[in-house]
């Protein structure tokens, strides 16, 4: 689990600095980098098998692996930078947020909140679901602001996996010495 957490979370800094350090501003970004992201999902789960994850865990991923591989192939397909696209990369982003969201919350149904995991997927589970919130909540938004969300939901989730990554499994009670 930890070495998939560390790919995501490589993934998400990879995309978070490729929108906040880029000069291109455009829906066209947004929707490669969209696409860059969900490819990842895909790969941190290809990554898991290799690793010998146990199966349960795999199994629980695979959801949202085949959601990731749906949503990066309708990021690819007929992209420019016109208006019409900044709407297909507005809605992307809100199903996408949507999507992950909803699953991490059955992931910490699964899981259970008392556990590390649990409260690791609850944390995801609310940063996907505040990206959606925004773009439903702020019809109006232009094209900076968009990418500038993206981008730093990017980074925050990417730092937050980063912890779960590398942060202590055993919550052992402490021992007197």
Known sequence: MRVTLGFRALASLAG???????????????????????????????????????RDELLAQMPLATFAAI????????????AEQFDKARWLLIIWGLISGAFGVWQVRRLGFASRDGKDWAISAGLALSL??????????????????FGAYLVIDGVHLALAATGPRSQGKPTAS
């Not at 291109?24 to 898991?48: E, H, N, R, T």
């Not at 949503?71 to 016109?82: D, E, P």
């Open 16 to 54: 978070g600095m490729v929108i906040t350090f880029s000069q291109s501003k455009g829906p066209l970004q947004v929707l490669l980098v969209l696409a860059g992201l969900a490819i990842a999902q895909v790969l941190a789960l290809a990554i898991g098998a290799l690793v010998k994850v146990k």
């Open 71 to 82: 949503i990066a192939v309708l990021t690819l397909l007929n992209n420019s930078n016109t």
């Open 132 to 149: 959606a919130a925004t773009y439903l909540l702020i019809p109006q938004m232009d094209i900076i602001t968009m990418e500038g969300l």
